[in-house]
């Protein structure tokens, strides 16, 4: 059974910084892209960055570039989200999401329960 | 403000269709055909239902159809029913840089 698995999440004040990971089972960890989405409180969906299947090809969204750094493990089948400078509007549940493609086909067939995260002093 | 833009509210009665309106550019919506769609219940996490603009994956009812127009694509659901009450997102790839553009979210009403 697929599982995509999100943990780090918690409650950090502005300009700290937090490690989101995505433990992942019961499919090829190491032939799909993966992705992180974000949804703030309320609000819609916000893609924010994405790694391709072997790590080589990485992006995020240019509003977080430089704050946030995606990687990935293939060998322990984790995917890791660093988030540094957090601000407040960064608050949201961090959702990690499976490709189905190994470069990227840009959309999203399975999603993790998420993990929150909350900016705030 | 989203990317590509979608209706806040639709509504339909058990039995009916609906369609939700996702309206872009022709930089992602209208240029490529990669568009997908998300049903979201509240608290849960969002589930795949069209992607390439029409195709179902399996598991997902042939009641959830997808289109595209120009600058727009479509989520049609037909034979509404109860559960189908929940929030859509569309996405959409927008090319190199960009990548991945969602819609605001449309909250669907089963009433």
């Known amino acids: 059974q697929l599982q995509l698995v999100e943990s780090g999440g918690g409650v950090v004040q502005p300009g700290g910084s937090l490690r989101l990971s995505c433990a992942a089972s019961?499919?090829?960890?190491?032939?799909?892209?993966l992705h992180w989405v974000r949804q703030a409180p309320g609000k819609g969906l916000e893609w924010v960055a994405i790694?391709?299947?072997?790590?080589?090809?990485?992006y995020v969204a240019d509003s977080l570039k430089g704050r946030f750094t995606i990687s990935r493990d293939n060998v322990k089948n984790t995917l890791y989200l660093y988030m540094d400078r957090l601000r407040p509007d960064d608050t949201a549940v961090y959702y990690c999401?499976?490709?189905?493609?190994?470069?990227?086909?840009?959309?999203?067939?399975?999603w993790g329960q998420g993990t929150l995260v909350t900016v705030s002093s | 403000q989203s990317a590509l833009t979608q209706p806040r509210s639709v509504s339909g009665s058990p039995g009916q269709s609906v369609t939700i309106s996702c309206t872009g550019t022709?930089?992602?919506?209208?240029?490529?055909?990669?568009v997908s769609w998300y049903q979201q219940h509240p608290g849960k996490a969002p589930r795949l239902l069209i992607y390439?603009?029409?195709q179902r994956p399996a598991g997902v009812p042939d009641r959830f159809s997808g289109s595209k127009s120009g600058n727009t694509a479509s989520l049609t659901i037909s034979g509404l029913q109860a559960e189908d009450e929940a929030d859509y997102y569309c996405?959409?790839?927008?090319?190199?840089?960009?990548?991945?553009?969602f819609g605001g979210g449309a909250k669907l009403t089963v009433l």
């Open positions: 996405s959409s790839y927008a090319g190199t840089y960009t990548f991945v553009v």
């Open positions: 022709r930089n992602d919506v209208g240029y490529y055909n990669y």
């Open positions: 999401v499976r490709d189905p493609g190994d470069h990227g086909d840009y959309y999203f067939d399975h």
């Open positions: 390439d603009v029409t």
């Open positions: 019961g499919f090829t960890f190491s032939r799909h892209a």
């Open positions: 790694i391709a299947y072997d790590g080589d090809f990485k």
